[in-house]
């Protein structure tokens, strides 16, 4: 079964090294170039392996695998200024271990540096900084790659025909920028290339591209919108995706934290046959208390992942039973705030992850586009007052620079993601008459931070690495480029 795919072809971002000038290689050797550029790189060198049995690559697009103590060799498609590199492949596999690829240069022994790549979702992008003085000896020889882990890492090899999904290609980063702009940050998550793993890492994406449309009239951002679904439904509205074990599934919800791209889906299409498996996995996950959660375990996710969507959805389907049941699952969730902290998990015995910034952007997102979806029905004040109480703690913790640390109330590396969500969600709340306008001078100062995180070509950097790993690779500096992150991000900047 093929998935849909763009309805045009984008051309490749490229151009062979015998099309350049002596013009434009004088102006890059004598170094009089200012800009920022992507390289793409060909893979030369490599021995090509199989995809493990009952796993499948995202959207058919091209990738390799290369197999521990193996390795591959690029070489650069065109050539390029003697500036600032940054060396950039993506996973097209999901990972749950530590993988170091080693970068080196062909043929020779100078090493350059270690990708480390962690506990990493499919479709994210990792980089290596190259020093600009390896620019030549790279042009002449390429670089070889070589893999230090246990298990095979997959990496999307070159683009597809179909659109321009280069940026999660193998590329350098050729740039004499420290920082992108805000338009650079559009640009690049209007785009293919903030597609993420279906699931909350979409729904995210898809959430912040529809707050650009319907709070901005980002008309792109609808465009953009229905590309990244047709990259997961096919011709007859089948969904087709893979899990976090990159696992195919049809037509299947894959546990509570799958359900929040169905918010965007029922906005564009709330006729969509996908929608009534979504509701009926909704009431497959319903506890007897109404409580919908895959197991005994109340968590924040389920704010933004369960009752936003199911408000949506409620809503457009003017179904008063649906309405009220996605405030129920705000309600069976306030216990998630108390004493003056967040916690993102709580079972009958204890709470965890005691004020981790993403958490608390998953209760205070969940909750006010929650009641933002149904203030017109009805208003509970039990809940209106829990998300304000939520933001001023988070409020009391956000740092100098205007963002909150990984663990807000701990001496650890700040997360973008979390500072995103959290700015977003009091953003929204003024929008929508729950908090007092005083409130943006928090998010603001919040928007000023994250720009220093905003890469050359737009991304967003700094991220905490998805919670496979525990708490002690969330307390650490481990950072990442994240697209979800840049989803909150968006939502943050479409009510600016």
Request: charged share 25%; hydrophobic share 40%; aromatic share 10%.
């Amino acid at each position: 079964m093929k998935r849909r795919t763009f309805l045009e072809t984008l051309p490749i971002v490229g151009v062979g090294l015998g099309l350049w000038t002596s013009t434009a290689c004088n102006l890059f050797s004598n170094g009089n170039y200012k800009g920022t550029q992507r390289v793409d790189l060909r893979i030369i060198s490599s021995n090509p392996i199989n995809i493990a049995q009952g796993k499948r690559v995202a959207f058919g697009w091209p990738a390799i695998g290369i197999r521990p103590d193996d390795s591959i060799v690029l070489k650069p498609e065109k050539d390029f200024p003697e500036t600032n590199l940054f060396l950039r492949i993506s996973t097209a596999q999901e990972t749950w271990d530590k993988k170091l690829v080693h970068v080196k240069i062909a043929g020779k022994d100078t090493t350059l540096g270690i990708i480390d790549i962690r506990s990493s979702s499919v479709l994210v992008p990792y980089e290596l900084e190259i020093d600009k003085k390896h620019a030549r000896s790279i042009k002449e020889h390429g670089l070889k790659l070589l893999l230090e882990a246990s298990e095979p890492l997959w990496i999307f090899d070159q683009q597809s025909r179909d659109m321009d999904n280069g940026s999660l290609c193998p590329h350098f980063l050729a740039t004499t920028e420290e920082h992108g702009s805000v338009q650079d940050f559009l640009d690049r998550f209007m785009s293919v290339n903030s597609i993420q793993a279906f699931g909350w890492r979409e729904g995210t994406v898809l959430d912040g591209l529809w707050q650009l449309y319907s709070q901005k009239g980002e008309k792109k951002a609808l465009e953009v919108i229905k590309k990244h679904f047709k990259l997961f439904f096919d011709e007859n509205k089948n969904l087709i995706y893979e899990n976090a074990r990159s696992i195919p599934k049809l037509n299947q919800m894959d546990g509570i934290e799958s359900t929040i791209p169905f918010a965007t889906l029922a906005r564009i299409d709330a006729n969509h046959p996908i929608l009534k498996t979504v509701v009926k996995a909704w009431d497959t996950y319903t506890m007897e208390n109404g409580m919908v959660t895959d197991g005994m375990t109340r968590t924040a996710e389920g704010c933004y992942t369960v009752a936003y969507p199911m408000a949506v959805v409620g809503r457009l389907w003017k179904r008063k039973d649906l309405m009220h049941k996605a405030m129920d699952q705000l309600r069976h969730r306030l216990v998630l705030i108390e004493g003056g902290n967040f916690y993102l998990r709580y079972n009958e015995r204890e709470k965890t992850f005691r004020n981790w910034a993403r958490g608390a952007a998953w209760f205070l997102l969940g909750f006010v586009r929650t009641i933002s979806e149904l203030k017109e029905e009805f208003m509970d004040e039990e809940i209106t007052g829990k998300f304000r109480e939520g933001v001023d703690i988070a409020i009391s913790m956000q740092q100098k620079d205007g963002l909150w640390n990984c663990f807000m109330d701990q001496d650890v590396a700040p997360d973008t993601s979390g500072s995103a969500g959290i700015s977003a969600a009091i953003v929204t709340g003024v929008e929508n008459g729950i908090l007092n306008p005083s409130y943006n001078k928090a998010a603001e100062k919040c928007w000023m931070g994250l720009q220093d995180y905003i890469t050359p070509d737009g991304f967003l950097k700094g991220v905490a690495q998805d919670n496979r790993g525990g708490i002690g690779l969330q307390q650490s500096d481990y950072r990442v480029i994240a697209q979800m992150g840049m989803g909150m991000m968006a939502q943050l900047y479409a009510f600016r």
